[in-house]
């Protein structure tokens, strides 16, 4: 039997080009799909009002590190350099699948919460085979659209971490690929989670790069983070080493060489930007106009939640701010007017939805309201205080909205917060990261005392 749901008479910003925004518009959705998008539609289906509502295409995270979760806030005033002692050095070598399981289940509703449908999981804590297995549980179990990119065990800093000579266990990731994602048409797909040169000695990264290519899996990879990464030249090291490709995605990329901008670009590779913690952090610039002006379609990421706010609303503000501040002190130091093509808030809702679809291989499913597509959905409460009046909308959902004004979020057709609240043991969810959080900090301060 055919299961519709209609969302009726919101506000919606399709972001597919060819039928744009609808003042007042209906989506139909039938068993799981996108049926239909037009300003009145009628079906026998289950009604959702969506008056005074703003209906979206769900929002894509394209690299988080999920695991995360259960050390919230640890980290709240870390630079980068501090990031690696604190958090992989001293925590990420306690964790347990038990708390893999907690961080992942908790991160993923925690992105539902906040109309993140989409999620690139950046799994760098696989310390044991049991680890990726209970990373995978938990995002199942959240009901979430994810890239589970699997990655090295992060059991000691200096040898995963600093030249490393230990390449990420290729059988185990086979397993993984075989065990569950055996079809790449699933809410849960795979990629590889790589450290790349600067990281790692010439063999490791190549035979990283060549495990993804026998598995036919997408590779992701941080690179030009902080000026010691940037000044690795990573992509050039991999441009020497003929690994680059259309199937590869570069994380934060501020201290690009501007060929490397074009290597990026000229091979069909993509970009992930995590402005929260690169202004905060000490990475650089966020550098989305750039990755624009190469004719790349950069896309958003929240990257750690020890350090920084979980909501793609926070990485929307940031990026945009960052840009326009960058470009308005350089025009006043010049004396110079401000050019016409500085980022505008349509662009960012468009790099937080579309965008990033196309940044994890999924834009033939999700990232606009299109009929065809699975249906990510998410709406907006555009009459509450902090976004009414509504007189541009995408401006309203970049500029103004918040975690508290996600109403609705549909993936693949689930209703999963409807109302304002999850569809889902939030208590559970809590109390096992919790409990995770406990057993950490017990384990943190016995390694102390020993």
Same mark, same amino acid.
Request: with cysteine.
């Given at each position: 039997?055919?299961?519709?749901?209609?969302?009726?008479?919101?506000?919606?910003?399709?972001?597919?080009?060819?039928?744009?925004?609808?003042?007042?518009?209906?989506?139909?959705?039938?068993?799981?799909?996108?049926?239909?998008?037009?300003?009145?539609?009628?079906?026998?289906?289950?009604?959702?009002?969506?008056?005074?509502?703003?209906?979206?295409?769900?929002?894509?995270?394209?690299?988080?590190?999920?695991?995360?979760?259960?050390?919230?806030?640890?980290?709240?005033?870390?630079?980068?350099?501090?990031?690696?002692?604190?958090?992989?050095?001293?925590?990420?070598?306690?964790?347990?699948?038990?708390?893999?399981?907690?961080?992942?289940?908790?991160?993923?509703?925690?992105?539902?919460?906040?109309?993140?449908?989409?999620?690139?999981?950046?799994?760098?804590?696989?310390?044991?085979?049991?680890?990726?297995?209970?990373?995978?549980?938990?995002?199942?179990?959240?009901?979430?659209?994810?890239?589970?990119?699997?990655?090295?065990?992060?059991?000691?800093?200096?040898?995963?971490?600093?030249?490393?000579?230990?390449?990420?266990?290729?059988?185990?990731?086979?397993?993984?690929?075989?065990?569950?994602?055996?079809?790449?048409?699933?809410?849960?797909?795979?990629?590889?989670?790589?450290?790349?040169?600067?990281?790692?000695?010439?063999?490791?990264?190549?035979?990283?790069?060549?495990?993804?290519?026998?598995?036919?899996?997408?590779?992701?990879?941080?690179?030009?983070?902080?000026?010691?990464?940037?000044?690795?030249?990573?992509?050039?090291?991999?441009?020497?080493?003929?690994?680059?490709?259309?199937?590869?995605?570069?994380?934060?990329?501020?201290?690009?060489?501007?060929?490397?901008?074009?290597?990026?670009?000229?091979?069909?590779?993509?970009?992930?930007?995590?402005?929260?913690?690169?202004?905060?952090?000490?990475?650089?610039?966020?550098?989305?106009?750039?990755?624009?002006?190469?004719?790349?379609?950069?896309?958003?990421?929240?990257?750690?939640?020890?350090?920084?706010?979980?909501?793609?609303?926070?990485?929307?503000?940031?990026?945009?701010?960052?840009? %326009? =501040?960058? &470009?308005? @002190?350089?025009?006043?130091? #010049?004396?110079?007017?401000? $050019?016409?093509?500085?980022?505008? !808030?349509?662009?960012?809702?468009?790099?937080?939805?579309?965008?990033?679809?196309?940044?994890?291989?999924?834009?033939?499913?999700?990232?606009?309201?299109?009929?065809?597509? %699975? =249906?990510? &959905?998410? @709406?907006?409460?555009?009459? #509450?205080?902090?976004?009414? $009046?509504?007189?541009?909308?995408? !401006?309203?959902?970049?500029?103004?909205?918040?975690?508290?004004?996600?109403?609705?979020?549909?993936?693949?057709?689930?209703?999963?917060?409807?109302?304002?609240?999850?569809?889902?043991?939030?208590?559970? @969810?809590?109390?096992?990261?919790?409990?995770?959080?406990?057993?950490?900090?017990?384990?943190?301060?016995?390694?102390?005392?020993?």
């Amino acid at each position: 039997m055919t299961e519709r749901i209609l969302l009726r008479a919101g506000h919606v910003l399709s972001m597919d080009p060819d039928i744009g925004e609808l003042p007042q518009g209906d989506v139909l959705i039938e068993d799981g799909r996108i049926a239909a998008v037009r300003p009145e539609i009628s079906a026998d289906a289950e009604v959702l009002d969506m008056t005074g509502r703003i209906v979206i295409p769900g929002f894509v995270d394209t690299h988080r590190h999920t695991w995360e979760a259960s050390i919230r806030n640890v980290a709240p005033d870390a630079t980068l350099d501090d990031y690696f002692v604190d958090i992989l050095d001293t925590f990420a070598p306690l964790y347990t699948p038990e708390d893999v399981y907690a961080a992942n289940l908790a991160g993923a509703l925690e992105c539902l919460n906040a109309g993140i449908t989409t999620l690139v999981d950046w799994s760098h804590i696989n310390n044991t085979p049991e680890h990726p297995d209970a990373a995978i549980r938990g995002l199942k179990e959240s009901g979430i659209r994810a890239q589970y990119a699997y990655g090295s065990a992060n059991t000691s800093l200096a040898d995963y971490w600093f030249e490393s000579k230990i390449v990420i266990p290729g059988d185990d990731v086979r397993r993984i690929r075989g065990t569950y994602f055996s079809s790449d048409d699933g809410l849960l797909t795979m990629g590889l989670a790589t450290r790349g040169p600067g990281f790692c000695v010439n063999d490791v990264v190549t035979a990283e790069w060549a495990l993804a290519r026998e598995l036919d899996i997408p590779i992701t990879v941080h690179v030009a983070m902080g000026r010691l990464a940037g000044r690795f030249g990573m992509v050039r090291q991999l441009n020497d080493l003929g690994l680059l490709g259309p199937d590869t995605t570069y994380v934060h990329c501020c201290y690009f060489h501007e060929d490397e901008w074009r290597m990026v670009a000229d091979s069909g590779g993509t970009v992930s930007i995590a402005p929260q913690v690169e202004l905060q952090m000490g990475h650089g610039w966020p550098p989305v106009m750039k990755a624009i002006e190469y004719g790349l379609r950069p896309s958003l990421s929240i990257d750690v939640v020890t350090t920084v706010p979980g909501d793609m609303f926070t990485q929307i503000r940031a990026a945009f701010a960052a840009e %326009r =501040a960058r &470009v308005n @002190a350089d025009c006043w130091k #010049a004396n110079m007017p401000v $050019p016409d093509t500085m980022l505008t !808030a349509r662009q960012m809702l468009e790099t937080a939805t579309r965008n990033g679809a196309h940044v994890a291989g999924l834009e033939d499913r999700t990232g606009s309201l299109t009929p065809g597509k %699975r =249906a990510d &959905v998410v @709406a907006i409460d555009a009459t #509450a205080l902090n976004v009414a $009046p509504v007189h541009d909308a995408a !401006a309203a959902v970049t500029l103004s909205a918040d975690v508290s004004n996600v109403e609705t979020v549909i993936v693949d057709g689930v209703i999963h917060k409807r109302d304002g609240r999850l569809v889902a043991d939030v208590d559970r @969810a809590r109390r096992l990261v919790q409990e995770s959080r406990d057993r950490l900090l017990a384990a943190k301060e016995a390694k102390g005392s020993a």
